[in-house]
């Protein structure tokens, strides 16, 4: 996935500032964030960056006499490839509901080892090449959270944005009978079908290339729709989620804050739907909506 990195100088920096300067960010679709000694770094997907956005940013920063400069440099794929080749990740482990059992996720390098305290009652392995979602973050686990406590057993699932292909993997393994999934990013999708192999449901997964435009000829519809993704892009592919959504779909959304959630709320109430539960972990929610019977 092609990312760039915007290197912020501020003068004078403070953690205060820093911490707006990051929530104004986030809102122009900014993915994540790393102070500096002299200000901040931030990233954003190449095709989701608009100058004229960051522009409104620092013009619009609230506090007066500090000055911000910035930089703008693409990052390299093979950094973040190189990344997951040298170090992968710990085994993430997630309590089944009345902690009758373990989901765990873990890359090729970590395996949990049988009658360990991580040992798996359904394990996800990860290989992580170029895409998002290993399941260290806080907003992949409240989903994978979310889809243990619903009963996902014959649906047919759509996976937006799907990274990895993590989420949809998790709820074909759950039971789900089928999960279309699709990304922006060609390494994304290759990525999903790739995982979907080494766990064993690639017969039930397809992975398309493309955006949220994909689903206007789509012509079928699911039971499950999940989109872990930034506030801006929920917010403009909702209504083609709803319109995918068969009668008493579930719609579960994450990848914002726990201050975006009026603002997701209600765009979801606009086009029918109800909100049926909000969970956080830290600053970052989750969203569960249903579609009417």
Known sequence: MKYLEIEFKMNPCTQDAQDILAAMAGEAGFESFEETATGLKAYIQRQLFQEEALDDVVAAFPFEGTEILYNVRETEDRDWNEQWEQEGFEPICITLPQGDGKLVIHDGRHLPAAGSQEAADIAIEIDAHLAFGTGTHETTRMICAT??????KGCNVLDCGCGTGILGICALKLGASSCVGYDIDEWSTDNTRHNSIINLVDDRMTALCGDATLLDSIGRQFDVVMANINRNILLNDMERFEQ???AGATLILSGFYENDCPMLEKKARMLGLTPKD????????????????
């Open 244 to 246: 995918v959504m068969a």
């Open 278 to 293: 909000i969970r956080t972990d830290g600053e970052w929610a989750c969203m569960m909506l249903e579609k009417a019977k």
């Open 147 to 152: 889809l243990l406590e619903m009963d996902v």
